[in-house]
Nanobody
């Protein structure tokens, strides 16, 4: 079993930065792909970014490429999402998920989910 908890959300102005963190307990992330999804009001949940724990390489949705950076801290068993140049359309609940399918962008491939953290970008 893996328990995930997100933190770092908040209310910021357009152009600002936020850093989200996903902490795991119960088991190491070692065999998983860790992914951030988000869900805006009235919309379906969508893929944001992922990192394969063993390799550490990040993959991104086109909408966030160049603005967001995903990284992992092996010692702390955490995954971070650095979000820069935030836009109002980035407003959503952000979820951290862990799954065993390498590099999957499909929600169904993720067994473990955190409760989510709200990010609001507004002037």
């Amino acid at each position: 079993q893996v328990q995930l908890v997100e933190s770092g959300g908040g209310l910021v102005q357009p152009g600002a930065s936020l850093r989200l963190s996903c902490a795991a307990s119960g088991r190491s992330f070692s065999y998983y792909t860790i992914t951030w999804f988000r869900q805006a009001p009235g919309k379906e949940r969508e893929f944001v970014a992922l990192v394969t724990w063993s390799v550490g390489r990040g993959y991104y949705a086109d909408s966030v490429k160049g603005r967001f950076t995903i990284s992992r801290d092996v010692a702390k068993n955490t995954v971070a999402l650095q979000m820069n140049s935030l836009k109002p359309e980035d407003t959503a609940v952000y979820y951290c998920a862990a799954g065993s399918t390498p590099n999957s962008r499909r929600e169904d491939d993720y067994r473990y989910w955190g409760p989510g953290t709200q990010v609001t970008v507004s002037s």
